[in-house]
């Protein structure tokens, strides 16, 4: 974990405990699904969209980059987290993918190090989903909610 983040239980937890059983794929693949769930969580909760509605097609068919990218434009991620993030994702797809190289043939210290790389990405997805839920971080206020909320319900009535 790094240095000055503080401690976030739940799925960080399951993830370092799968580290300490030396069960790296494990870790890192859960890392990431994590990562990807908590994401679309964010823009839906962000958007005030549920995962039923049909609008939120379009917000689940972004590129994971594009999603990240939406986060630092509206100042709820860093740059550096994003790069940390980034990282993460560019290294278990070069892993894991037919064109990188396979999970397997890496020594255990680079299994260890993107499984801790890991962790911090799923650390700060975590906190970026802690912050979202903060009404301050709205991306509009509350009349507009209302508004919208108004018009999510005439859509459902109209298919």
């Known amino acids: 974990m790094s240095e000055g983040q503080p401690e976030l239980p739940g799925r960080n937890k ?13 870790a ?7 990562i990807e769930a908590l994401m679309n969580g964010v823009i839906l909760r962000e958007y005030h969209l549920s995962s039923a509605d049909h609008r939120a097609d379009h917000l689940f068919d972004l ?28 290294r278990r797809n070069r892993l894991f993918h037919a ?3 396979w999970f397997t043939g890496i020594a255990e ?31 509009w206020d509350k009349r507009s909610f209302a508004q919208r909320q108004k018009r999510n319900r005439e859509d459902s009535q109209h298919p």
Not at 14 to 26: G, I, M, P, Q, T
């Open 14 to 26: 399951f993830v370092e405990n799968l580290k300490v059983e030396k069960r790296y794929a494990d």
């Open 99 to 101: 064109d990188g190289v």
């Open 109 to 139: 210290s680079e299994k260890i190090e993107l499984t801790e790389l890991g962790i911090d990405a799923l650390q700060i997805i975590e906190g970026l989903q802690i912050r979202s839920m903060k009404e301050e971080t709205w991306r």
């Open 63 to 90: 590129d994971f980059e594009e999603k990240l990218n939406l986060q630092t434009k509206g100042n709820l991620l860093t740059e550096g987290e994003a790069k940390t993030v980034r990282l993460f994702q560019e």
């Open 28 to 34: 890192i693949l859960t890392a990431w699904s994590a």
